[in-house]
């Protein structure tokens, strides 16, 4: 079974990130964790899941920027092997399969990175009305509160492990956040397959705006974070972002 190791950076994903944790441990050789300043419980629930696959690797409140992943990589670089897999975590995601099916494709096909196919589940009116009637509880797990996804992108995920793999921590002219993946002296092959991914960003009203507030507070850092997050600058209304469900 090739090893996956796993960067997982996260900020107020307190109510989240154990389940994830939790669910990448069993496929993951080390999930390493860079809480970037949490000011909700996010670190005391990593350290909670720290066992021999989880690490906590550093807390420390730093702005936000694609080569903080990086530094992670760059710190572990020396553990990992040729032929193992690196896998970029977001603390509010869940692959849909095990990712070992996408990684025996990936190798017959000589490629060197695989992608996933993003499946934004939402927080709808119909999840609204069951929250105002105290029937949405945080005790049950993320999968069975939030029930409606739509597909929304492709995303940069796994990166197989050579000898020449590098990851830039710096920012520059033609990177103004960051080098978002991993490097190579030649340009990384893609996998055909795409690999399913679970990604709950709306889960609670609590959630959403202290959400919204984290990305303000990152884009007021650096403008080139959360470029998709510009209404932030005038408006932090949560409800914006409940998604309307057709009967």
Request: aromatic share 12%.
């Amino acid at each position: 079974m090739k090893r996956i190791h796993a960067i997982c950076l996260v900020k107020n994903e307190g109510d989240i990130v154990a389940q994830t944790l939790h669910y990448a441990s069993s496929f993951c050789h080390k999930i390493y964790v860079f809480d970037t300043g949490s000011n909700d419980d996010s670190w005391q629930q990593v350290k909670k899941s720290a066992s021999d696959v989880v690490i906590p690797f550093r807390h420390e409140d730093v702005p936000f920027y694609d080569g903080l992943r990086a530094q992670v990589f760059n710190a572990i670089r020396s553990d990992l092997a040729v032929g193992d897999w690196l896998y970029i975590l977001d603390a509010d995601e869940f692959l849909a399969e095990d990712p070992h099916k996408g990684i025996r494709i990936a190798e017959a096909e000589g490629a060197q990175q695989i992608n996933t196919a993003q499946y934004n589940f939402h927080f709808t009116d119909a999840d609204w009305e069951q929250y105002r009637q105290g029937l949405d509880s945080r005790d049950y797990p993320i999968s069975q509160r939030r029930r409606y996804y739509c597909f929304t992108n492709m995303e940069q995920r796994l990166f197989r492990i050579d000898s020449d793999l590098t990851w830039p921590d710096c920012i520059n002219a033609e990177n103004p956040h960051g080098f978002m993946a991993p490097q190579g002296s030649r340009k990384l092959k893609k996998c055909s397959y795409k690999i399913p991914n679970c990604h709950y960003q709306y889960r609670d009203p609590e959630q959403i705006q202290l959400r919204l507030q984290t990305r303000r507070a990152a884009r007021e850092t650096n403008r080139h974070n959360f470029v998709h997050y510009q209404s932030l600058d005038t408006d932090m209304n949560w409800q914006r972002y409940i998604a309307l469900v057709k009967n």
